[in-house]
T-cell receptor, first 110, second 113 residues
Framework: KNEVEQSPQNLTAQEGEFITINCSYS?????LHWLQQHPGGGIVSLFM?????KKHGRLIATINIQEKHSSLHITASHPRDSAVYIC????????????WGAGTKLIIKP | NAGVTQTPKFRVLKTGQSMTLLCAQD?????MYWYRQDPGMGLRLIHY???????AKGEVPDGYNVSRLKKQNFLLGLESAAPSQTSVYFC????????????FGPGTRLLVL
């Protein structure tokens, strides 16, 4: 069993829909990251969370440490949000190595 | 600032050939990482460096070597390429570790025939 599980693996939605991508993990962590990988391949960091909630534009990330679960929400989705969204966690006992989820491929249709 | 750059962007090798991938960052970051990304799998750490002159093995180090002679550069070498090393390679850097944000290069696509 992977230590970081993302769901769904693939998601197709219509422009304007509210999107939720989930990340569950099985280890104690010091931080959780959400990243976006564009169709061209580039990877950018969206959020780093250790508790609560963060918002940036139409993106909202939440984390529940007790339940070992995080969600990434996109409001008023747009075709340019089409990308792979990746969750990664930093285990408590690690100084360097993140544990990576396999990613969620999101397609927003106009 | 250019951020993190990688060269080359794409390369085709024959089995047994060698090559070096170069990663450069201009953010004065201490930590640098090499990952590989394969379809359907998460990023896997090959090697990492916590500072100039230091390197360490990650999750999948076999078949690769690295060097960090200068703080801004991190080189990944394949001494004798194998088809199993066909992948997309990403370099990343961070100011410090302990879960800090990593900044990624654009990736190198490597095909080993």
């Amino acid at each position: 069993k992977n230590e970081v599980e993302q769901s769904p693996q693939n998601l197709t939605a219509q422009e304007g829909e509210f999107i939720t991508i989930n990340c569950s993990y099985s280890v104690g962590i010091s931080a959780l990251h959400w990243l976006q990988q564009h169709p061209g391949g580039g990877i950018v960091s969206l959020f780093m969370l250790s508790s609560g909630k963060k918002k940036h534009g139409r993106l909202i990330a939440t984390i529940n440490i007790q339940e070992k679960h995080s969600s990434l929400h996109i409001t008023a989705s747009h075709p340019r949000d089409s990308a792979v969204y990746i969750c990664a966690v930093c285990p408590m006992d690690s100084n360097y190595q993140l544990i990576w989820g396999a990613g969620t491929k999101l397609i927003i249709k106009p | 600032n250019a951020g993190v750059t990688q060269t080359p962007k794409f390369r085709v090798l024959k089995t047994g050939q060698s090559m070096t991938l170069l990663c450069a960052q201009d953010m004065n970051h201490e930590y640098m990482y090499w990952y590989r990304q394969d379809p359907g799998m998460g990023l896997r750490l090959i090697h990492y460096s916590v500072g100039e002159g230091t390197t360490a093995k990650g999750e999948v180090p076999d078949g690769y070597n690295v060097s960090r002679l200068k703080k801004q550069n991190f080189l990944l070498g394949l001494e004798s390429a194998a088809p199993s090393q066909t992948s997309v390679y990403f370099c990343a850097s961070s100011y410090i570790s302990r879960g800090e944000t990593q900044y990624f290069g654009p990736g190198t696509r490597l095909l080993v025939l």
